[in-house]
Nanobody, 124 residues
Framework: QVQLVESGGGLVQAGGSLSLSCAASGRTFNNYVMGWFRQAPGKEREFVSCIRWSSGSTEYADSVKGRFTISRDNAKNTVYLQMNSLKPEDTAVYYC?????????????????WGQGTQVTVSS
């Protein structure tokens, strides 16, 4: 069974930075897509960024492109999300996701494995 454990959320002022980590276990992740979704209060869960584990190719939501960077550490089975120039609208619970796929999908229903979520709050 795949387990995903997020860490690194918190409170930061607008313009600041945070880094999220997601440690994965229970599988070999070579053929997986892993990444991040987020959900703000009263809003639907939305795609943030994902990475194809084998190739390292990435995708980003337009709202975070140029500010967020996703990366992975193969040896640690860990995916990271470096978030810079944070805005109040980035405030949400951030969820790590994983699924055996060839391609990155932006629909949350495509992902079977989810972490417990970590809160990111950006104050203005």
């Amino acid at each position: 069974q795949v387990q995903l454990v997020e860490s690194g959320g918190g409170l930061v002022q607008a313009g600041g930075s945070l880094s999220l980590s997601c440690a994965a276990s229970g599988r070999t992740f070579n053929n997986y897509v892993m990444g991040w979704f987020r959900q703000a209060p009263g809003k639907e869960r939305e795609f943030v960024s994902c990475i194809r584990w084998s190739s390292g190719s990435t995708e980003y939501a337009d709202s975070v492109k140029g500010r967020f960077t996703i990366s992975r550490d193969n040896a640690k089975n860990t995916v990271y999300l470096q978030m810079n120039s944070l805005k109040p609208e980035d405030t949400a619970v951030y969820y790590c996701v994983a699924d055996p796929k060839l391609w990155i999908y932006r629909d949350p229903r495509r992902y079977d494995y989810w972490g417990q979520g970590t809160q990111v709050t950006v104050s203005s």
